[in-house]
């Protein structure tokens, strides 16, 4: 996953070399221990490792996590995408952080020619709050509350 260029395309911008990759997961995200880290995405029909999702520490600007807050994270492999896998993940993190960690807030940033990814999180209920405009990359910066997200539920599952 790490090696494709279309996985890597709006998280990074260019692949990761193998030795790259295991570094970074060595590294960085060992660090963040508990409930809220990046979770292997296993396809139960085939026991397969199929991406990694999950919602990990939102970090403020000088580096701390913000109490209450989470990320959200979802990487699926080429292979498997759009087959609503990213958002079977999303909704699944999304319940576990407002409903077993009590969080109050979830937050994710998005590439804006991502536009896969926006549908996800759209899906999932996030609202656009700011839009961040870089010289290379640009970003729009979703969010779901926890207000929100039980409104949002009670709408989704009437809807069904
Ligand atoms: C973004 C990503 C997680 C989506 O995963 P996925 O499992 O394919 O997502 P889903 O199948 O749940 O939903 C994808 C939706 O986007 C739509 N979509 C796909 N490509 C699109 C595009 N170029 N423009 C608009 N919509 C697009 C699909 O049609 C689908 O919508 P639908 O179910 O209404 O048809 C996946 O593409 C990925 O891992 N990309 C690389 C890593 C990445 O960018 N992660 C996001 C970081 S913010």
């Known amino acids: 996953m790490e090696m494709d260029s279309d996985v890597r395309r709006y998280v990074g911008g260019r692949p990761r070399t193998r030795e790259e990759a295991e570094k970074r997961f060595n590294g960085t995200l060992q660090a963040v221990k508990g409930n809220l880290n990046m979770w292997a995405t296993i396809l139960k029909s085939g026991v397969r490792y199929i991406g990694r999702c999950g919602i990990y520490p939102h970090f403020n600007n000088d580096g701390n996590p913000i109490s209450g807050e989470a990320s959200l994270g979802l990487y699926i492999a080429k292979e498997y995408w759009n087959k609503g896998f990213a958002t079977e993940a ?49 970003f729009f910066h979703y969010a779901i509350n926890r207000d929100r997200y039980y409104e949002f539920s009670k709408v989704e599952k009437s809807a069904f």
């Open 90 to 138: 999303g909704r699944a993190f999304i319940a576990f952080g407002f409903l077993k960690l009590g969080l109050h807030r979830i937050v994710t940033a998005i590439d804006t020619r991502n536009a896969a990814s926006v549908k996800v999180v759209e899906r999932l209920g996030m609202e656009l709050t700011y839009t961040e405009t870089g010289e290379s990359r640009s």
